[in-house]
């Protein structure tokens, strides 16, 4: 019985089979549908080309293993100071002062202005081009006032 009852499952299934391939399958994609990289793009990189269409916009085009990937070019980041936590820096004659704004709260710490390390002096050189630039603005107002 159980033998009989396999045998007409496989059967059936079978024939359900059969009657699937004799349906009209969809065509497949050849190499001529699929998009493909520009002949005036630039390499820029490996897989990956500019191009600029006849509209002006710039389109980076990149070979990937799912096949071309094509986006509009964006503008570059503002700098790299946008993307800096929050920092005060303050001058205490031969030192100075560093608090940085972290996840974890605010970390604080002095350094001797001669063993500043690269990052130290760099947020001390934003620190003082910042102080340099607010005394311009204000500046100028005060001398128009007294005129």
């Excluded at 024939?15 to 001529?32: F, G, H, I, K, V």
């Excluded at 560093?98 to 001669?114: D, L």
């Amino acid at each position: 019985m159980i033998k009989t009852t396999a045998l007409i499952f496989v059967l059936a299934t079978l024939a359900l089979a059969q009657n699937s391939r004799t349906e009209a399958a969809p065509p497949l994609r050849t190499s001529a549908d699929s998009p493909s990289v520009p002949a005036s793009a630039i390499e820029i990189g490996p897989n990956l080309y500019r191009y600029t269409d006849a509209n002006g916009k710039t389109w980076l085009y990149s070979r990937t293993p799912f096949g071309l990937s094509r986006r509009e070019e964006q503008p570059a980041a503002l700098s790299a100071t946008s993307n800096a936590p929050p920092v005060s820096v303050s001058e205490l004659g031969d030192s100075v002062r560093f608090e940085v704004q972290t996840p974890f709260g605010i970390s604080r710490w002095v350094s001797k202005k001669a063993v500043l390390t690269d990052g130290e002096q760099l947020m001390l050189l934003r620190q003082q081009l910042k102080n340099q630039c607010a005394v311009e603005k204000v500046v100028p107002a005060a001398v128009q006032e007294s005129k």
